[in-house]
């Protein structure tokens, strides 16, 4: 039996491929969210906040490229405090999210469709996938 524990999806890790030349010591890494989508089907995505996530209180998305357009990015900020090279000694809380019943479907739906979540940092890509067994329980 898999434990999903759901709150701004822990599973989920922003893997960045950064470059040292480009950031200081301590600089902050600006994280894109970009889409989601169930992991066996890459051609249905969706908008990362079109799932009930911890997310800014006004959505701004970036500027993509004609490549991004085409490959279905959308990204947007999202509300990651990331610095280059510093360490994180224990867990921050990022927000608390009230979720209705329809919220809890959604994101039941999302972990048994096997999403994937896509972020961007910095000029890298970080990629997850919350795998679990069909026996589902989620404590909010």
């Not at 998305?61 to 990204?75: C, I, P, Q, W």
């Not at 608390?96 to 994937?116: F, G, H, P, R, S």
């Not at 979540?117 to 589902?136: D, R």
Request: net charge negative; glycine share 4%; hydrophobic share 40%.
């Amino acid at each position: 039996m898999a434990f999903c524990v759901v709150s701004l999806f822990v599973l989920c890790l922003i893997t960045p491929i950064l470059h040292a030349a480009q950031y200081k010591d301590g600089e902050r890494v600006e994280v894109f969210v970009n889409k989601v989508g169930p992991y066996f089907n890459p051609h249905e995505t969706y908008h990362y906040y079109s799932l009930p996530v911890c997310r800014p209180p006004k959505v701004e998305h970036k500027s993509l490229t004609l490549g991004e357009v085409l490959d279905g990015d959308r990204m947007a900020k999202s509300i990651y405090d990331i610095k280059f090279k510093e360490n994180v000694d224990s867990p921050k809380e990022l927000c608390k999210v009230t979720m209705t019943a329809k919220d809890i479907e959604q994101i039941q739906e999302a972990v048994e469709e096997l999403y994937y979540f896509e972020f961007v940092a910095g000029t890298g890509l970080g990629m997850s996938v919350c795998i679990c067994e069909k026996t589902l329980d989620m404590f909010l």
